[in-house]
């Protein structure tokens, strides 16, 4: 009987165009500003920017309007991280879009870390994904 491969057994495999899902949160459209990375539109546009870089497919794209509690789309994406086939990058705008709460963003770090999945800073000079042994700038 055939087991269903592991994360590693994949890894040994001939690399595949990585995937990757853009997580968006922005303000509402008519209080966004372009100079502070408020506007979905720029967020978009600088995330899409690094999935080209990372050489990665976007599978999905989850948007969430700013100040909501318990935001749909990220638990969406969550949902997505959990299922197969498995996403290679998180790509963010920055990681305050992500969450601003250090709870949240704990949870949100290990529940990445343990899917195999990298989170991406989109706002910066150089993509470079985070790593377990490696520091934001």
């Known amino acids: 009987m055939l087991k269903k491969p592991t994360r590693k057994v994949r ?16 303000v509402a459209d008519d209080m966004a500003d372009l100079s502070n990375g408020s506007s979905a539109d720029h967020q978009r546009a600088v995330c899409r920017d690094a999935a080209k870089a990372l050489h ?10 700013a ?14 991280i959990d299922g197969e086939p498995p996403l290679d990058y998180v790509i963010v705008y920055s990681l305050d879009r992500l969450t601003r709460a250090r709870d949240r963003a704990f949870m949100l770090g290990w529940h990445l870390g343990s899917a195999g999945v990298t989170l991406v800073n989109a706002d910066t000079d150089d993509i470079r994904p985070w790593t377990s042994g490696s520091r934001p700038r």
């Open 56 to 65: 990665a497919k976007v599978v999905g794209e989850f948007v969430d309007v």
């Open 67 to 80: 100040g909501m509690p318990s935001p749909p789309e990220l638990e969406r994406l969550l949902e997505l």
């Open 11 to 26: 890894d040994q495999e001939p690399p595949l165009t990585p995937r990757a899902a853009i997580y968006l949160r922005a």
